[in-house]
C-alpha cells in the first residue's frame, strides 16, 4: 500500500525558505520517485518536480528552477523540497506524491496528506 | 508546455446521472493520461492511469477513454459520495501538467 506524512503548516515572511518534509513507510522507497504538487488557494493542481527515490537524480519544472530543490534521505524513508525567496504566490497547500511507473505507464498514486505554506508580512 | 483544457469547467448533475467530462489536448499524448477526484478538503486520488486503466478500489462506474488530444471521464451513474473536483494530467512530457479542473455539483 504505502503511506506518505508530511510535515506541519508553515508560515513564513516574504523572501525566507520553506523546507517541507515528506516521510514514507509501506513500500521501499528507493523503488519510486517522488514527485511534488502545490495547490493555491481555490486553484488548480502544479506539478514542481521530481526526485528519484533510488538516486536522488532529480527535475523540477522549469518554473521553479533555481528556487527549488528537492532532496531525499534513503536511510529514513524522507523527501525533502525546499522553496526559497518566497512570494505571496507561493501561499498553498503541498503535497508529495509517489509515481507508479510501469512500463512507461505512470501515475501520482499515493498523496501526502498535503503541508499548507502561508507567506504573509 | 502541453496544455490541458477541462470542459465543462462546472456541472451540476443528479443522483443517477450519466455525467462525461473531457480533457483535450494542446498536443498528442498518447494515452499518456491519467484522471483524479478531489473532494474539498481533501487530497486528490487517482482514478484513472493509462488513459482508460481503472485505479485498483474505484468504483467501476468510473470509466475512461481516449488517445492522442481527446480523452473523457465518465461516471456511470452518480452516486452522492462522487461530487467533488475532477483533474486530468499528462505524463508524455515534461512539466507534467494537470487540467484546470471541473467542479462536479449536486443539482
Known amino acids: 500500500q504505502g503511506h506518505l506524512v508530511q510535515s506541519g503548516g508553515e508560515v513564513k515572511s516574504p523572501g525566507a525558505s520553506v523546507k517541507v518534509s515528506c516521510k514514507a513507510s509501506g513500500y521501499t522507497f528507493t523503488y519510486y520517485t517522488l514527485s511534488w504538487v502545490r495547490q493555491a488557494p481555490r486553484q488548480g493542481l502544479e506539478w514542481m518536480g521530481w526526485i528519484s527515490g533510488y538516486n536522488s537524480d532529480a527535475k523540477y519544472a522549469q518554473k521553479f528552477q533555481g528556487r527549488v530543490t528537492m532532496t531525499t534521505d534513503a536511510s529514513t524513508s524522507t523527501a525533502y523540497m525546499e522553496l526559497r525567496s518566497l512570494g505571496s504566490d507561493d501561499t498553498g497547500v503541498y503535497y508529495c506524491?509517489?509515481?507508479?511507473?510501469?512500463?512507461?505507464?505512470?501515475?501520482?498514486?499515493?498523496w501526502g496528506q498535503g503541508t499548507m505554506v502561508t507567506v504573509s508580512s | 508546455a502541453i496544455q490541458l483544457t477541462q470542459s465543462p469547467s462546472s456541472l451540476s448533475a443528479s443522483v443517477g446521472d450519466r455525467v462525461t467530462i473531457t480533457c483535450r489536448s494542446s498536443q498528442g499524448i498518447s494515452r499518456a493520461l491519467a484522471w483524479y477526484q478531489q473532494k474539498p478538503g481533501k487530497t486528490p486520488k487517482l482514478l484513472i492511469y493509462d488513459a482508460s486503466s481503472l485505479q485498483s478500489g474505484v468504483p467501476s462506474r468510473f470509466s475512461g477513454s481516449g488517445s492522442g488530444t481527446d480523452f473523457t471521464l465518465t461516471i456511470s451513474s452518480l452516486q452522492p459520495e462522487d461530487f467533488a473536483t475532477f483533474y486530468c494530467?499528462?505524463?508524455?512530457?515534461?512539466?507534467?501538467?494537470f487540467g484546470g479542473g471541473t467542479n462536479l455539483e449536486i443539482k
Open positions: 494530467q499528462q505524463f508524455h512530457s515534461f512539466p507534467l501538467t
Open positions: 506524491v509517489r509515481v507508479v511507473d510501469a512500463a512507461m505507464v505512470m501515475a501520482f498514486d499515493i
